[in-house]
């Protein structure tokens, strides 16, 4: 009786964890969590998804809107696991939240970076309908450095086109306190650490430093960008006036944006903001959101 047991226990938990059994079935179970995905070939192109806790057949079957969380680090350190909390609470509200991994600037310099997220949202476009996920509604949320990885995804067009993509596909980007739409100017602002971080990762050229700027494509794309939520702190120096130029540029080419400054919050506290009933960007956020579902 009790192999019999195990070997039912070992059948379910395999159907549970195997991908292919869940594109075969026509919905998700409750609280479901598929870890370690690959995008690409290299160890560090991994992604996490989390799926609505479905409580009927009605539910489960209707595509739900996708975030793409991109977390900070400095382009250089940090993992998705960090974003455990931000995935549980989204697919709580019914949406299917992924948290990415990329190449880190140690290893493979700009624009190793943002060239990973472009195949993470290729690879979520073509497969996430098998996780209720609609991949014509996908919003992209960054904090810190993921903030400026996401924004150069959505202003300059040649790393979705790389993929036979476009902004179209985005519904929504929400980018939250950094200081890298302009990283000329930040790299001129900033203490020597933050400077060195950004030479080292993008080159020292005003030039090298222009094409990695979000802002300085914003204005230049053949289409308008998709809409922008840029978030930014007054304590975080350059970053509320980087966020005021970037969305005038934005606004200038046609993007329905807006910025938000909150005030006496810390770097830190504005990802704990990001997530969280009663925290206002994520108050925000699931508003947007519901806007969006079809």
């Avoid at 993929?163 to 203490?191: G, Q, R, W």
């Avoid at 840029?230 to 934005?250: I, T």
Wanted: no cysteine.
């Amino acid at each position: 009786m009790k192999s019999i047991f195990l070997v039912s226990t070992l059948f379910l938990i395999s159907l549970i964890t195997s991908s292919s059994s869940i594109a075969n079935i026509g919905y998700i179970s409750p609280n479901f969590y598929m870890k370690e995905v690959s995008y690409g070939y290299n160890l560090k192109q991994k992604l996490d998804i989390y799926v609505p806790n479905f409580s009927n057949m009605e539910q489960s079957v209707k595509l739900r809107p996708v975030i793409i969380y991109v977390r900070g680090g400095s382009w250089k350190f940090g993992d998705k696991d960090s974003a455990k909390k931000h995935g549980k609470f989204y697919a709580d509200k019914n949406n299917v939240f992924i948290t990415i991994n990329y190449r880190l600037s140690s290893n493979a310099q700009h624009p190793a970076q943002v060239e990973d997220i472009a195949t993470a949202i290729k690879w979520v476009h073509k497969n996430i309908t098998k996780y209720k996920g609609d991949p014509e509604n996908i919003t992209l949320i960054g904090y810190s450095s993921g903030a400026h990885l996401i924004s150069l995804i959505a202003t300059d067009e040649k790393y979705l086109a790389a993929h036979d993509l476009n902004f179209s596909i985005l519904k929504l980007v929400i980018p939250v306190d950094t200081i890298a739409y302009d990283l000329p100017y930040a790299a001129a602002s900033s203490p020597k650490s933050v400077t060195e971080l950004i030479y080292n990762n993008f080159g020292e050229s005003k030039k090298q430093l222009e094409q990695a700027s979000p802002l300085f494509h914003a204005n230049q794309t053949t289409a308008p960008p998709p809409p922008f939520i840029v978030y930014a702190s007054n304590r975080r120096p350059g970053a509320a006036k980087e966020a005021r130029l970037f969305v005038y540029a934005l606004e200038k080419a046609g993007s329905r944006s807006k910025y938000i400054i909150l005030n006496h919050i810390s770097n830190k506290n504005m990802n704990t903001l990001i997530s969280g009933s009663n925290n206002p960007i994520a108050v925000d956020i699931l508003m947007k959101l519901s806007q969006t579902t079809r």
